[in-house]
């Protein structure tokens, strides 16, 4: 069965610092991965995503992330921080068995000044 | 861009109410989803379906049906509420797609309180 493992319910970085969000998964197949972001109070908004191919994936505002197999994961990376990224941030996989999403318990990001 | 939107951002119903939860979506999309959302649990999917009049059980069914007669709209519905059911209702869509790596497009959300 896949599993999505998000390290850390709380990461705390200062403005400007570098960003870095885990995720980690297990899958028997190639996976299919996503990275979610959720302001409050709002649905979730798709960061950036993993099928096939360029193992770096870029995404919006500036996250990217890089899949290794070798290590089944798929972290999510930002140069600086800005206090407009504080969020909440969902790492999701799928087989492409079905059309489910399998995911983490989340990571809130906290910004500070 | 694809739209997901669900009735209602907040919502207030009393214990025993049958509440119904609605969400359309504008962009042709074969997958539908319902999830709930709570602090420390993260998503949970309560149902979803994949095609007009079905449905499939996810994590947690108990205590919620679903209704689907039309391709854009996906209905949720508390049978009788319960103060257990207060949460975040989370509606998403997805297209099938030859894979099945789509991702999911979301709703803002419905605050569901039972009193």
């Known amino acids: 069965a896949q599993s999505v493992t998000q390290l850390g319910s709380h990461v705390s970085v200062s403005e400007g610092a570098l960003v870095l969000l885990r995720c980690n998964y297990s899958s028997s197949v190639p996976p299919y991965l996503f990275w979610y972001v959720q302001y409050p109070n709002q649905g979730l908004q798709l960061l950036l995503k993993?099928?096939?191919?360029a193992t770096l994936v870029k995404g919006i505002n500036g996250f990217e992330a890089e899949f290794k197999k070798s290590e089944t994961s798929f972290h999510l990376t930002k140069p600086s921080a800005h206090m407009s990224d504080a969020a909440e941030y969902f790492c999701?996989?799928?087989?492409?068995?079905?059309?489910?999403?399998?995911w983490g318990a989340g990571t809130k990001l906290i910004i500070k000044p | 861009d694809v739209k997901v939107t669900q009735s209602s951002r907040y919502l207030v119903k009393r214990t025993g109410e049958k509440v119904f939860l609605e969400c359309v979506q504008d962009m042709d999309h074969e997958n539908m989803f319902w999830y709930r959302q709570d602090p420390g649990l993260g998503l949970r999917l309560i149902y979803f379906s994949y095609d007009v009049k079905m449905k499939e059980k996810g994590d947690i069914p108990e205590g919620y049906s679903v209704s689907r007669e039309k391709k854009e709209r996906f209905s949720l519905i508390l049978e009788s509420a319960s103060t257990n059911q207060t949460s975040m209702y989370l509606c998403a869509s997805s297209l099938t797609g030859v894979w099945r790596n789509q991702p999911q497009h979301f709703g803002d959300g419905t605050r569901l309180s039972i009193l």
């Open positions: 993993y099928t096939t191919g």
């Open positions: 999701a996989v799928s087989d492409g068995s079905n059309y489910q999403l399998i």
